[in-house]
């Protein structure tokens, strides 16, 4: 089982399904500020799971699949403490909501790396 493959489809699929759930069963429920944060998660954790899932479909090793997974990890950091917060979390949760965002940007610096040395 490729392991990057299975936790990027799984990543997307959440991401799909958070997105309708925030879109339509918390409508109502989420202030205005709560819903900016879902609509940020939903908006990362998309582009993120898809490039996961290339990187894990691509059959390459090395620095390729760490930028999936630098990606599934971000995507989880970043997205899950604004989810969090968005359905009442502390507010300081969102402290470690940069560190999801560095792990991002370090996935695509890692892709970038891998393509020059192609490994």
Request: hydrophobic residues 55%; glycine residues 16%; without cysteine.
């Amino acid at each position: 089982m490729n392991r990057l493959v299975f936790a990027a489809a799984l990543l997307g699929f959440l991401g799909v399904a958070l997105g309708a759930f925030g879109a339509h069963a918390l409508e109502a429920q989420l202030t205005e500020e709560a819903h900016g944060w879902w609509d940020t998660a939903t908006l990362y954790v998309l582009p993120h799971a898809a490039a996961a899932l290339a990187a894990g479909l691509s059959g390459r090793g090395g620095r390729t699949a760490l930028g999936g997974w630098l990606f599934v990890t971000g995507a989880v950091i970043f997205a899950g403490s604004l989810y969090a917060m968005a359905l009442g979390s502390p507010r300081w949760f969102g402290a470690i909501t940069p560190l999801g965002g560095l792990s991002l940007l370090a996935g695509w610096l890692t892709l970038v790396l891998s393509a020059l040395r192609k490994d």
